[in-house]
């Protein structure tokens, strides 16, 4: 049995030992393939191996035609929107996400993103406080909820959109449940964006709700570039000087957003949201248990594909 752990960013030290153990300790061998820059590793690697353990790295056809012996990937974190799921399906290869393991990492940046922006990116001049601010968290989701609990520490007033989750579990929060996106957008001054990419959300943020921002609203997006509706996103940041927009990781045209916006706009270098060694460990270790539990019992908890 031999479980390969591809990762284009790794995971910090500390988790890939203790996912070598768990993985050593089923009797299973441990294949690495960290910081690889082109495809063709990735193809050779997943040859002969039974399960694969992935971050954001792209699992599609080629991948799972390559992986001979492949039965299961576990993607170490929440989005899965780097696999394919139905060509995974159609290889007979079940799909895991390890929900809730890095979401605390992820709201924490949010938080991280916030205060820099609200104090001008530290350059000396007077900034804003999040204090009695008006805070929209966009799905209430692991992400959501973690971002609404340090909200609350701040002394924000928080609303919150997200059609699959009851107003009650938001208003136990703490949280005002809002129905309409629009509304969203409207009412808060900073917006924070945890909705995955799937066909409806991608683009579904664009001009009209990023304009109808308060004044002096911040848009903080720590979750896929591809939500944004980039055109939408420029012309809302043209018309109106007050708007900020801070996301990790950085949109397609970076760098004409960033030459045109200057300290108005943040991004980071690689998504860095749940870049810390304890996300790390909770993420890596939750998927390598899922792999070997998979290929010893056949247990698929968390599978994502039909
Ligand atoms: C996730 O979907 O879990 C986050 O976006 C983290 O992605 P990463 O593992 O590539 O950092």
């Not at 082109?38 to 694969?52: H, I, S, T, Y």
């Not at 993103?113 to 900034?127: D, F, K, P």
């Not at 900020?244 to 045109?260: F, Q, S, T």
């Not at 200057?262 to 790390?280: C, H, I, L, W, Y």
């Amino acid at each position: 049995m031999k479980v390969l752990i591809a990762t284009e960013k790794p995971f910090a030290a500390v988790a890939v030992d203790g996912m070598r153990k768990v993985i050593e300790e089923a009797g299973a061998e441990l294949v690495l393939l960290e910081k690889y820059t082109d495809k063709q590793a990735l193809l050779d690697a997943v040859a002969d191996v039974d399960g694969l353990i992935i971050r954001s790295d792209k699992v599609d056809g080629e991948v799972l035609d390559a992986g001979k012996n492949l039965k299961v990937v576990v993607r170490a974190g929440a989005g899965y929107d780097n696999v394919d799921l139905a060509a995974a399906t159609a290889h007979d290869v079940c799909v895991q996400n390890t929900p809730g393991q890095n979401s605390n990492a992820v709201a924490e940046l949010v938080f991280g993103l916030a205060v820099m922006m609200c104090r001008n990116m530290y350059n000396g001049t007077s900034g804003t406080e999040l204090k009695d601010k008006t805070l929209g968290i966009q799905a209430f989701g692991q992400v959501g909820r973690n971002v609404a609990r340090i909200a609350r520490g701040f002394e924000m007033n928080i609303s919150a959109l997200d059609p699959y989750c009851p107003d009650n579990v938001m208003e136990d929060a703490g949280v005002s449940p809002v129905h309409s996106v629009e509304q969203l957008y409207r009412e808060n001054k900073v917006v924070s964006i945890h909705i995955p990419a799937t066909p409806e959300t991608k683009g579904s943020i664009g001009y009209d709700l990023i304009a109808s921002m308060p004044k002096g609203g911040l848009l903080i997006n720590t979750a896929r570039k591809e939500v944004i509706d980039e055109e939408g996103l420029i012309k809302a940041l043209e018309e109106r000087q007050d708007l900020k927009y801070a996301a990790d990781v950085a949109p397609e045209r970076a760098m004409e957003i960033k030459e045109r916006f200057g300290d108005r706009v943040f991004f980071t270098p690689k998504k860095m949201g749940a870049q810390t060694s304890e996300a790390n460990i909770n993420a890596g270790l939750a998927a390598a248990r899922q792999v070997i539990a998979f290929l010893t019992t056949g247990e698929a908890r968390f599978k994502v594909n039909k």
